[in-house]
């Protein structure tokens, strides 16, 4: 069993939500990135998902598109993020960390080879923004063979035909994005959010996880509400952008990233009863 599909059955197990933040691998710095996965998963998080730096990151919003830009400056590479997660996994060999990037760079790489190179360095999941399912058979093929998932988004737009083709291609948990847009949006409007996931949920029982617009306490709590998971992103990367050195990582995680861990394990709960 994948350790996306063994957390989320102990998060079930426990009533809880997961905690699903992103960074990008390389941001603010290089040298910072294990370090600041270490201190996600101190304050709360349940599974990384970690940014693979891309030169065009169409799906990303000023925020990650900076980060990325700022990463691949200070060199990183493909290589690189396999290397930090290596790293990570030398003391931590539970939490599971999924790659979020585009399909261009595996490409280059090498299908097979990156597949390989990524399970051996303890990466348990992908999610390829612009690779849909009916373009993914060899990637999937590959990523079964290895023990590893394939995680697909459904936008707020997509039919319920189309919902069930996705859900019936995915595996670990699927991402639910909550506005139309890109990641950072200002805005998260939840009229038309319970019914998307209800659609989901009708089909699948397949984990859900909630992203884009969450950025803080508030709209965490909400969306956990209707998912199984929470993810942060654009909020926590933008809070890294001003840290200068391991302290300030941490430190910044901690203020941060602590509060809505405990929020969604205790408000979300209040709310459902309710």
Not at 45 to 63: K, Q, R, T
């Amino acid at each position: 069993m994948n350790k996306l599909d063994t957390t989320f059955k102990q998060l079930a197990k426990e009533q809880k939500k997961a905690l699903i933040p992103f960074i990008t691998a390389g941001h603010p710095h290089p040298l910072m990135t294990v370090p600041a996965m270490h201190a996600l998963v101190k304050n709360g998080a349940d599974i990384i998902e970690l940014g693979m730096p891309f030169s065009d990151p169409m799906a990303d919003g000023v925020v990650i598109q900076q980060s990325s830009e700022k990463a691949i400056a200070a060199g990183m590479t493909l290589s690189s993020v396999l290397d930090i997660v290596s790293e990570f996994r030398e003391s931590n060999e539970n939490t599971p960390v999924v790659l979020m990037g585009y399909l261009n760079p595996i490409e280059k790489y090498g299908y097979h080879q990156f597949v390989e190179t990524a399970a051996k360095a303890g990466v348990n999941g992908l999610l390829i923004v612009d690779s849909p399912p009916e373009e993914s058979d060899l990637l999937s093929n590959l990523l079964k063979i290895n023990n590893m998932n394939q995680i697909f988004l459904i936008a707020p737009t997509t039919d319920k035909k189309r919902q069930m083709f996705i859900l019936s291609k995915a595996s670990g948990f699927i991402y639910c994005v909550a506005l139309k847009g890109v990641t950072g949006a200002k805005s998260l409007e939840y009229d038309d959010l319970s019914k998307q996931i209800s659609s989901v949920k009708s089909i699948s029982d397949i984990p859900v996880a909630i992203g884009f617009g969450v950025k803080d306490v508030d709209s965490a709590v909400a969306v956990a509400q209707y998912s199984d998971a929470v993810v942060i992103g654009s909020a926590l990367v933008q809070r890294l952008d001003d840290c200068h050195d391991q302290q300030d990582i941490e430190k910044a995680i901690e203020k941060f990233i602590k509060p809505i861990s405990e929020a969604i394990n205790c408000r979300s709960d209040k709310l459902q009863k309710q």
